[in-house]
């Protein structure tokens, strides 16, 4: 006992003299996880010198969580001790090797330890006893280490080893002492029992934590979807959404999404299409940092018209990423060389960049978190979705209009130009030629389709919009030549009007479509004539049965004349 | 109370007695492990007449001991000889797990 206290008092505690009773006056400090995104969630990090509960099915991530905690923490200099009821220390360090995480090199340096804390399978039982040594082993190293953050992983699983509620709650009240005391900024995973029968403690066990986080797996339409939500923060705000987290190839990385639309960059200046002509309809091009959206059935020109653009601003010297859900990098290159766009050379010289996954490939999140990657890193000037329409396949309607969202959040903030391409399916209403519900985000939005007329089908663009500038709606044609994009008059134009019978047949088309309008019209009119007529009678009709059955009290069925009753 | 309290009373291997060698770790004097000691050193003298080597560990003390025997909860007792090592946990309130575990549960006393 003696000895126990003298250990516990050694200089390295000195924190015990903090007040650890609630002192709502002082500022909370935090400490920093340096989990991609988890900080903007907390505000600034995990309650300092308190204690945080992360609660979370198997496979959720949260032995992750802690873990990353403590391997950022001690690569910016706090140095941690690992706790596991469940996992062995070798398959810890196997784990985090395929993140890239050298943890056998941080336990060298003392600045992280793991513990294994299973309990040997063939072990007796007789009597009582308690966790003091887990907080012997922890102390010691703790002094020896000058460790600032700990992780318990799975304290169910020692919890389990105590039969009375009383006894875990003893255990948990002496761990709380303890760790309140060494001052250390604590994680406790633990897994919420499935059967509600361990509920005696787990109320108690969230009573501990200053912060609770929840982590949840789920599958849906075969893609997992995770989610981390921040239940309670003593003393702080927090993000109180349900914020999708994926474990990247470095780590866990979760995106906030409280700013949506705050931080937009305005839209920048024109710029070019690519096509000189294209340019002249937009009334100078696009814009930077817009939303540009092209639609169109298959094989309309729509990869043509983004690569058409791709190669213009890779000439400018401008970096793009290309993000493909369906062609490799290769079979793109080398379809666009045959309508004249060339896109090798600017590969080549670093400024287009090719992401391509099959979206079934992988959850929406981690598409996303994919992406942004590869935004921050190639801090690209634009980048191209081909095809938003295949997003669905990442898990479903709501997944892919959140993996959209969330991208063309990432663009817009960072004043990236964004061009979504949308493959249609025939029917042409505004909404599914945006697509998603995401047409209110778009800025310009261009529908590709063909006209079909004898013999031939033609290709036709229409400019269905363009936020913030003077644009043509009127319906063009266009070719895909040799020389890639190629805008022609369909009506009239200087100089090639008459030459394709094609072109003839639609203007004589659009003649008889709009005298067909004109006629229509008119009929129209004369029906709205004959209505207004036949009105009219019935009222002076009405009018007059009222006046022949009562001629001086009018009836209570018949609506005495007034001003706003049916005017003549 | 001693770091490493080694009640050490071998009586040299003299052939046809098995040597039996435990390895008990207590926190300090808390109450479980005061138990567990006084009911081991009571059952070795009956049972084993001094035919052991009982090493008792602080786990406040020698922390690193713990390390390396995975101790997380004390009292625990480590049979290490005979073969093949066990453990016991707890204030050993229950002498028949132990010695059942060491054969000796015929020894006349029983509880």
Not at chain 1, 175 to 194: E, H, K, M, V
Not at chain 2, 78 to 86: G, K, M, T, V
Request: glycine residues 8%; aromatic residues 6%; proline residues 5%.
């Amino acid at each position: 006992m003696r000895r126990k206290r003298k250990n516990t008092h050694t200089p390295e505690a000195h924190n015990t003299s903090a007040p650890y009773a609630p002192a709502p006056v002082v500022h909370l400090e935090k400490t920093p996880t340096h989990i991609r995104g988890l900080d903007e969630i907390l505000e600034g990090g995990l309650p300092r010198s308190r204690t945080t509960v992360v609660n979370g099915a198997s496979g959720s991530g949260k032995t992750l969580l802690g873990l990353e905690f403590l391997y950022r923490g001690a690569l910016h200099g706090e140095p941690g001790i690992f706790i596991g009821f469940e996992e062995p220390p070798g398959q810890i360090r196997q784990n985090a090797a395929t993140l890239g995480w050298d943890l056998p090199a941080l336990e060298e340096q003392n600045r992280l330890f793991l513990l294994d804390a299973r309990l040997k399978p063939e072990t007796l039982r007789s009597g009582n006893f308690s966790l003091k040594g887990l907080l012997a082993i922890a102390a010691g190293k703790c002094r020896t280490m000058g460790a600032r953050r700990i992780v318990i992983d799975a304290l169910e699983v020692a919890l389990r080893l105590f039969d009375t509620p009383r006894q875990v709650r003893n255990e948990l009240h002496a761990l709380n002492d303890w760790l309140q005391a060494a001052g250390l900024t604590t994680i406790l995973t633990f897994r919420p029992s499935l059967r509600g029968e361990a509920s005696i403690y787990e109320d108690f066990f969230e009573s501990m934590g200053d912060c609770i986080i929840a982590m949840d797996a789920r599958v849906t339409e075969q893609i997992s979807t995770r989610r981390l939500r921040v239940v309670k923060y003593r003393g702080s705000g927090f993000g109180r959404n349900e914020y999708p987290y994926v474990i990247s190839h470095t780590g866990l990385r979760m995106a906030a999404i409280t700013s949506v639309g705050l931080r937009h960059k305005p839209l920048g200046e024109k710029i070019s299409t690519g096509n000189a002509r294209m340019d002249e309809i937009l009334d100078g091009g696009y814009r930077r940092g817009s939303c540009i959206l092209l639609a169109g059935l298959p094989g309309a020109g729509k990869t043509t018209l983004a690569a058409t653009f791709v190669a213009s601003a890779c000439a400018r010297g401008e970096r793009v990423l290309y993000i493909s859900f369906e062609e490799s990098d290769a079979a793109m290159v080398n379809n666009m060389l045959s309508t004249g766009v060339v896109l090798q050379p600017h590969i080549e010289a670093g400024r287009l960049a090719f992401l391509t996954r099959y979206p079934e490939s992988l959850g929406a999140e981690e598409h996303y978190f994919a992406a942004l990657e590869r935004i921050e890193a190639f801090s690209p000037a634009h980048v191209v979705v081909d095809a938003i329409s295949a997003c669905h396949r990442m898990g479903g309607k709501q997944a892919a209009f959140e993996y959209l969202m969330r991208l063309l959040n990432a663009c817009k903030e960072r004043g990236i130009t964004i061009m979504l391409l949308n493959q249609i399916t025939g029917a042409t209403s505004y909404m599914e030629i945006s697509g998603n519900e995401i047409s209110s985000m778009v800025d310009t939005a261009i529908f590709l389709h063909y006209e079909f007329s004898l013999g031939e089908t033609n290709r036709v663009f229409q400019v269905l919009k363009s936020r913030g500038s003077r644009h043509s709606n009127q319906k063009r044609e266009f070719r895909l030549t040799d020389n890639g994009f190629e805008v022609v008059d369909v009506y009239l134009g200087e100089g090639d009007v008459l030459t394709g019978t094609a072109r003839q047949r639609q203007e004589e088309r659009d003649l008889l479509e709009s005298q067909r309008l004109a006629y229509e019209i008119e009929m129209k009119e004369l029906e709205l004539k004959r209505l207004r007529l036949i009105q009219e009678q019935m009222h002076k009709a009405r009018a007059r049965r009222a006046a022949m059955a009562h001629p001086e009290k009018p009836s209570l069925f018949d609506a005495p004349p007034s001003p706003e009753n049916p005017r003549s | 109370m001693k770091t490493h309290n080694i009640s050490s009373r071998d009586d040299r291997p003299g052939g046809d007695h098995a040597v039996y060698r435990f390895r008990l770790f207590v926190a300090g004097d808390e109450p479980n492990s005061r138990k567990a000691r006084a009911t081991l050193d009571r059952l070795l003298a009956t049972h084993l007449h001094g035919r052991f080597e009982l090493e008792v560990v602080d786990v406040f003390v020698d922390y690193q001991a713990a390390i390396e025997h995975r101790i997380i909860v004390v009292p625990t007792l480590l049979i290490e000889s005979p073969p093949p090592p066990r453990t016991i946990v707890g204030s050993l309130d229950d002498p028949a797990p132990l010695l059942t575990t060491l054969g000796l549960s015929n020894g006349g006393q029983h509880s």
